[in-house]
Nanobody, 121 residues
Framework: VQLVESGGGLVQAGDSLSLSCAAS????????VGWFRQAPGKEREFVSS????????YFADSVKGRFTISRDNAKNMVYLQMNALKTEDTAIYFC???????????????WGQGTQVTVSS
């Protein structure tokens, strides 16, 4: 599975941004997908994940209530809608595919190249 993120950019605090993760391959629906982010000088951290069917979603406490995740298996796409953005959301955002929608990065086998999100005050 190859993953390509898009939708990053520069926004102001309080704004919204929608990230997309496009996947190649006919077995995309066999994988759970997670979003992770990495800020300069910090470790990669879990943001959100979604099960293979899309019926189960998970969020980090820091984004709960502000971010939503969804997927369209017919289009091989996963989306991360980010609302009420904060400066601390600034990071490179990565999507990843794995067997289960867990919070541990090493459990994901496939990764995209990342997209930069910058939130200014």
């Amino acid at each position: 599975v190859q993953l390509v993120e898009s939708g990053g950019g520069l926004v102001q605090a309080g704004d919204s941004l929608s990230l997309s993760c496009a996947a190649s391959g006919r077995v995309f629906e066999s994988y759970a997908v997670g979003w992770f982010r990495q800020a300069p000088g910090k470790e990669r951290e879990f943001v959100s994940s979604i099960s293979r069917s899309g019926s189960d979603t998970y969020f980090a406490d820091s984004v709960k209530g502000r971010f939503t995740i969804s997927r369209d298996n017919a289009k091989n796409m996963v989306y991360l809608q980010m609302n009420a953005l904060k400066t601390e959301d600034t990071a490179i955002y990565f999507c990843a595919a794995g067997i289960l929608p867990v919070k541990t990065a090493r459990q994901y086998s496939f990764w995209g190249q990342g997209t930069q999100v910058t939130v200014s005050s």
